[in-house]
């Protein structure tokens, strides 16, 4: 299988899809492998990061992101330490988010 980029739709399900898997209350091991195995932080901070007017989907997918990291640092200290104090700037996004005029559209 070739390596393609997603169109942002698929992007979006994709995110959809990861949020669904890490909001079952049980999996806390998915958490883990999740954040240590993967790189899911770092495909995270690229999509909180993106251009609000990149395309029609961008809201969505930074707002799947932003329940994805919730639901992720609902699991043990380490997954916290590692999303909060690691090379990833997930504080800038929620503080920039929430100052901006984006959570009243």
Same mark, same amino acid.
């Given at each position: ?20 898997? $890490? ?11 999740? $954040? ?8 995270? $901070?690229?999509?909180? *990061?993106?251009?609000? *007017? ?18 992720? $640092? ?20 929620? *503080?920039?988010?929430?100052?901006? *005029?984006?959570?009243?559209?």
């Amino acid at each position: 299988m070739q390596n393609q980029e997603l169109d942002p739709e698929q992007q979006l399900a994709l995110l959809t899809e990861i949020r669904m898997i $890490v909001s079952i209350k049980d999996e806390e091991v998915t958490f883990n492998d999740l $954040v240590i195995n993967t790189n899911i932080l770092f495909i995270l $901070v690229t999509v909180l *990061n993106m251009e609000d *007017n990149r395309h029609e989907y961008t809201r969505f997918m930074k707002l799947e992101g932003t329940w994805i990291i919730s639901n992720i $640092v609902f699991g043990n200290q380490d997954v916290i330490e590692i999303v909060f104090k690691g090379d990833f700037d997930f504080f800038t996004f929620f *503080n920039t988010t929430l100052m901006g *005029n984006d959570l009243q559209q």
